[in-house]
């Protein structure tokens, strides 16, 4: 158990609805990672978040967002899903923008 | 494009068999990460390379980091069935010196040992 914890563990839902999955880092990380993991494109970085800003980003689509809380956990939202949004959407954290990452259990996603 | 290239993507071997995985790129990488991933659960970090032809061993896994950064390896000794699993490299897209920040991962290895 890596001390990340995500929710929910998997989420169905259909084209052009939105979602939001949620993210509680390791107690007393202040950094938190997404990632998306799909067949075709591998484990891919989306966006990094410390506390509470936004640090660096990766190839996340206009049609998703993200945000950290003051509590320091994490909200990825994805809008107007499409089939191809289907992955495993993993969250990351670590106590500074460059330590170690411990990765959370993911949140399988399937747009039917 | 993948900046790091994994080989190779499937591995089917016997139990006490010795495998080799591989992880190529055309850039440099101030480090090096090797993750094992089980299915279900997020990737778990196994050993990070910083120096140019480090070798670091973790009980059957020896792993390498080319001299020019450029590459790495994964060697495990006497495979078992627990050994089974997703093996991914990753190297930090920060310039400087950082370990870790924003990573990019290698497609992967797909390791299954068979008892």
């Known amino acids: 158990d890596s001390g990340v914890t995500q929710t929910p563990k998997h989420l169905i839902t259909a084209t052009g609805q939105r979602v939001t999955l949620r993210c509680s880092p390791r107690?007393?990380?202040?950094?938190v990672y997404w990632y998306q993991q799909s067949l075709d494109q591998g484990l891919q970085f989306l966006i990094q978040?410390?506390?509470?800003?936004?640090?660096a980003k990766g190839n996340i689509l206009e049609r998703f967002s993200a945000q950290q809380f003051p509590d320091l956990h994490s909200e990825l939202n994805l809008s107007s899903l499409e089939l191809g949004d289907s992955a495993l959407y993993f969250c990351?954290?670590?106590?500074?923008?460059?330590?170690?990452?411990?990765f959370g259990p993911g949140t399988r996603l399937t747009v039917l | 494009t993948q900046l790091l290239e994994q080989s190779p993507q499937f591995l089917s071997i016997q139990e006490g068999e010795n495998l080799t995985v591989y992880c190529n790129s055309s850039?440099?990488?101030?480090?090096l990460q090797w993750y094992r991933q089980e299915p279900g659960e997020g990737p778990v970090l196994l050993v990070t390379?910083?120096?140019?032809?480090e070798v670091k061993k973790l009980k059957r896994l020896t792993f390498q980091f080319g001299d020019a950064r450029k590459d790495s390896s994964l060697h495990i000794t006497a495979a078992q069935t627990g050994d089974t699993g997703l093996y991914l490299c990753?190297?930090?897209?920060?310039?400087?010196?950082?370990?870790?920040?924003?990573?990019?991962f290698g497609q992967g290895t797909i390791l299954t040992v068979h008892p």
């Open positions: 990351a954290s670590s106590a500074s923008p460059w330590g170690e990452q411990f």
């Open positions: 107690s007393g990380d202040l950094s």
């Open positions: 978040y410390y506390n509470g800003e936004e640090r």
């Open positions: 850039s440099v990488f101030s480090s």
């Open positions: 390379v910083v120096t140019g032809g």
């Open positions: 990753a190297g930090p897209l920060n310039a400087g010196g950082t370990s870790y920040g924003k990573l990019t």
